[in-house]
């Protein structure tokens, strides 16, 4: 009885020991059920980095996690420099390496799987070498790389004599090439998270000048001899659906790499916004500011056009990626994501009746279109009103022009195109004091969170500057356009900012009393156009200058090349003083005149002046033309322009030369009533450009980004502010002098006399003031060698006849005119000889052509002829052959024979072109081709 408990014991003991056993196979961990460790870099954005948060992102990270939900397999992925984890997996610290291009090096250490996604690499070239296209070009610099990266063994392949500097990752590598240690380097597609970092790249890496070394496939890799876990990694990418795969790539590339890039739904009919031109393409500011985009980020575009309602539905149907811009408001929504703010459409009130006075107060009818998102801000403005809805600008105008509205809203920039292409514009009036504002934006679809990233990220690449350049083509009233009025500031690099920072507080030099450029107020204060643009520096640069007032050019100018001060304004940009400073890109434009007293003849030319005592502030640039060009001339140095001008009246001059505003703005204070003012063709037109002390000259390309901001409107404010072409010099003097005499004098006989004298020489006066204006006028739009119509009239002329042979639906031809030789006629005879072969250029060409057309000097030895409605091509190259026939007979030029030939390209509108400038581009294009086999030829496509 005693064993009985030890044999029931041993008996349960041995039954329960299966039990155990099955037990102890569910508890205890399995190696099978540990997670794999994926090794990955920590920086290559956006294939795989660690975000804000430190967590592991990108494109590799996801499809990894996509892998471990269908194999049900669990990982943990762990994040190295670059070489580093190459090393961890070759240690097996790691079971996976996330994924890596296939190279010789490689294959001895670790096995790979298939392929799984993959990537372009690319060279990255500093943009002074844009001259470099090939690899081969690049061999006298060292190559950026991250250590450890495949670019090394690519690129030797490619290119045996490159050399390399090695960076431990991707960050340090960037952070080099901004700060200039390297102007070539190795990477990646796709942008980088840190918005400061990717603005400084793009400033001086373009996208658009990058050369592909090379398309790398990308495949997970395990250390050698691992073939079951290889086996695995394959079997369960294959299982992930295709386009799984593609939806992960374009949520963080931005676009479907199985397209050619991204696919933009556009309106057209929305001129000068967006539209289809002649030649079938897509034309417009909004097309200007996407191209723009693709050109900073490297990514292809492509348009759909449609109406509005239609490329909506292509958005979200799929069919485009993108549209260009949409009116969206909060009460009226589409249903898609606004990615971008692209610009502000400015809507005005437009009325064929001219004469409507308190229109907020009269019931009438307005048309406006039905998805105009300020529909509630039209009913508060004209509470009495009735709306009526269009669908088209065509529409409402016929409307307004059968009285069945009083007028109409719409956007004024394209309204205002619609009506002087269709010569209605003299019909309507446009109440400027009526505007609504509507923000236009770029529409993605909501799921497409990484396109709308991308895009953000290349808009923010393009600077104001360029904004700017692009609206001013297609926004012809400065009232219309968005970014020139807008408060943006210049980007500039860290790089940049932290050189200005480093400049502290530069010195700015500026005359006293040289109205109204600069001045001196009662305060002390710094005054005048170049206080101004000092001011805008300021603003856009986060500079810090000091003005410092001078008596005298001459020490103001000695000044600056030894450094005492850094900037000057208003200066000529000469061959001599550029080997002692630094010059901007000029930013104000002034001629030249000449001052005499009113009792010497009129002056017409310079050869007026020869023999004459003339005037001239000592340091100014023309002292060393006169004495070159024109030796006859007596000069008379000055300290500033009012001893110029005391000089003339004391007769210790017979004239002075000055500045037109400066000379306009002293006549008009009336001290000076003695004095008139000629201007001459001869001196030919100054252009005021920043002077820069060479210790500052890396100011030079920021500044010039400033000067590109200065649009005409600008430059039309600080005229009318400081420069008032007012010519009446004496007017008020008279008038003064008229009343006193009226009030004191009793003899009615002698006030009468007096009112005569004075009215007369009123009338001389007001008729000077006219002669003088329509000069200025003239002088505006004509070449003063020639007087033939300058750029600046061609441009306008070329607009006109772009819109009028559009409409009419014909053709017209432009011949760009290039002089074979001119340079070394000049260099033989002399530039006096020179201007009268243009001279008679110039006759020779007009005798060509009808009164209808244009003649019109581009430049130097170039010309431009628009021959207007013409009927087939022979027309245009009839005229370049009898052109070409009457420069065969050599020219008789102050007793020399001179003989010229001239290169012409022909343009036809709209076979080569339908738009002005392009159309002047083709016909450029076509004179070099002509000049290049030999000139004395035209060239036509």
Do not use: C
Not at 114 to 129: A, C, E, G, V
Not at 453 to 477: C, H, M, P, T, Y
Not at 777 to 791: E, Q, S
Not at 886 to 894: H, R, V, Y
Request: glycine share 6%.
């Amino acid at each position: 009885m005693k064993f009985i408990p030890w044999i029931l014991a041993i008996l349960f003991a041995w039954i329960s020991l299966p039990a155990q056993a099955i037990h102890s196979d569910k508890t205890e961990p399995s190696v099978d059920h540990l997670p794999l460790v994926i090794v990955m870099g920590e920086d290559t954005y956006p294939f795989e980095y660690l975000d804000e948060k430190g967590t592991p992102a990108g494109i590799l990270v996801d499809l990894w996690r996509e892998w471990s939900i269908i194999t049900d397999t669990k990982v943990q992925f762990v994040s190295r420099h670059w070489q580093q984890s190459l090393e961890q997996l070759e240690q097996k610290k790691a079971d996976i390496h996330i994924g890596m291009s296939q190279n010789q090096a490689r294959l001895k250490k670790f096995d790979f799987a298939k392929p799984f996604t993959s990537l372009n690499t690319y060279l990255y070239i500093h943009k002074s070498l844009s001259s470099k296209k090939q690899i081969s070009d690049l061999v006298p610099y060292q190559v950026g790389i991250v250590s450890g990266s495949s670019h090394e063994a690519t690129l030797l392949a490619l290119e045996p004599k490159l050399s390399f500097k090695r960076y431990q990752n991707r960050e340090q590598l960037l952070q080099a090439a901004v700060k200039g240690e390297l102007f070539v380097f190795a990477g990646i597609e796709g942008y980088q998270r840190n918005l400061a970092l990717e603005q400084d790249i793009a400033t001086n890496f373009y996208s658009s000048s990058r050369i592909l070394i090379k398309k790398i496939n990308l495949a997970p890799a395990v250390v050698k001899g691992d073939l079951d876990l290889l086996n695995k990694i394959n079997q369960g990418f294959e299982l992930i659906p295709a386009k799984v795969i593609q939806q992960i790539e374009r949520r963080w590339l931005g676009y479907h790499r199985q397209t050619t890039g991204v696919i933009i739904a556009m309106q057209n009919g929305v001129e000068p916004y967006a539209d289809i031109g002649a030649d079938g393409l897509p034309h417009g500011m909004l097309v200007d500011l996407w191209t723009l985009w693709s050109e900073k980020t490297g990514i292809n575009i492509d348009f759909v056009a449609g109406d509005m309602s239609s490329t909506i539905d292509d958005v979200k149907r799929g069919v485009a990626d993108v549209h260009i811009g949409y009116p969206e408001s909060q009460d009226m929504r589409t249903g898609l994501k606004q990615a971008w703010h692209i610009i502000s459409v400015k809507s005005r009130f437009f009325s064929s009746n001219l004469t409507l006075n308190n229109i907020e107060d009269i019931a009438m009818r307005i048309g406006v279109y039905p998805t105009a998102p300020y529909i509630s801000d039209i009913k508060k403005a004209f509470p009495k009103a009735q709306l009526r809805f269009y669908d088209s600008l065509d529409a409402m105008v016929k409307a307004a022009r059968n009285d069945e509205i009083s007028g109409f809203v719409s956007s004024a920039a394209m309204t205002s195109h619609y009506l002087l292409a269709n010569k209605l514009w003299a019909e309507f009036r446009q109440y400027t004091d009526i505007e609504f504002s509507t923000d236009m934006y770029v529409l993605t679809r909501i799921d497409d969170s990484g396109l709308a990233d991308r895009i953000q990220a290349g808009f923010n690449l393009i600077s104001v500057e360029e904004q700017v350049q692009v609206e001013r083509k297609w926004l012809i009233n400065p009232d219309d356009r968005f970014f020139a009025n807008s408060a943006n500031k210049i980007k500039l690099t860290t790089q940049q900012k932290q050189y200005v920072s480093s400049l502290g507080a530069i010195k700015m030099g500026y005359l006293k009393n040289w109205a109204p450029m600069e001045f001196q107020g009662k305060n002390g204060e710094f005054l005048g156009v170049n206080a101004d643009i000092k001011n805008l520096l300021v603003k856009q640069l986060n500079l810090t200058i000091i003005p410092v007032a001078y008596d005298d050019f001459g020490n103001m100018m000695n000044d600056l090349v030894k450094g005492e001060i850094h900037l000057v304004a208003s200066m000529a940009k000469t061959v001599e003083r550029e080997n002692k400073l630094a010059f901007s890109l000029a930013y104000w434009p002034s001629p030249w005149a000449i001052v005499t007293s009113l009792s010497q003849p009129p002056i017409f030319n310079i050869s007026q002046v020869t023999g004459k005592r003339l005037a001239v502030v000592d340091g100014y640039h023309i002292v060393d033309q006169l004495r070159q060009q024109y030796p006859g001339i007596k000069l008379v140095p000055v300290a500033d322009t009012k001893q110029g001008m005391e000089a003339v009246i004391t007769g210790s001059a017979d004239m002075f030369v000055e500045q037109v505003a400066t000379l306009a703005t002293t006549l008009k204070g009336g001290q000076y009533p003695s004095l008139k003012m000629s201007l001459l063709a001869e001196l030919t037109e100054q252009h005021s450009h920043i002077g820069l002390f060479p210790g500052v000259k890396n100011l030079v390309p920021l500044i010039d980004r400033v000067i590109a901001t200065i649009d005409e409107t600008e430059q039309q404010n600080m005229y009318q502010k400081w420069v008032s072409l007012d010519l009446n010099s004496d007017t008020l003097r008279y008038q003064r002098w008229l009343k006193i005499l009226v009030i004191g004098l009793l003899i009615i006989t002698l006030i009468a006399i007096v009112i005569l004298m004075s009215n007369r020489r009123l009338n001389v006066e007001i008729q000077k003031r006219l002669k003088a204006e329509e000069n200025l006028r003239f002088m505006a739009n004509h070449d003063d060698l020639t007087a033939l119509p300058n750029r600046s009239l061609l441009d306008d002329r070329l607009a006109q006849a772009t819109l009028t042979h559009h409409r009419d639906k014909s053709k017209f031809a432009l011949l760009f005119i290039d002089l074979d030789g001119f340079k070394a006629i000049n260099d033989q005879h002399g530039h006096h000889v020179g201007d009268k072969l243009l001279q008679r250029i110039a006759l020779l060409l007009g005798k060509h052509v009808r009164e209808s057309d244009t003649v019109a000097r581009f430049g130097g030895d170039e010309f431009v002829v628009l021959l207007n409605h013409i009927e087939a091509k022979e027309n245009a190259r009839q005229v370049a052959e009898n052109i070409l026939l009457g420069l065969k007979k050599p020219l008789l030029i102050d007793d020399i024979n001179v003989s010229i030939s001239a290169s012409i390209g022909i343009a036809i509108f709209p076979n080569d072109a339908d738009i002005a400038a392009s159309l002047l581009k083709k016909s450029d294009q076509l004179m070099y081709q002509a000049k290049k086999v030999g000139g004395h030829q035209y060239k036509m496509s």
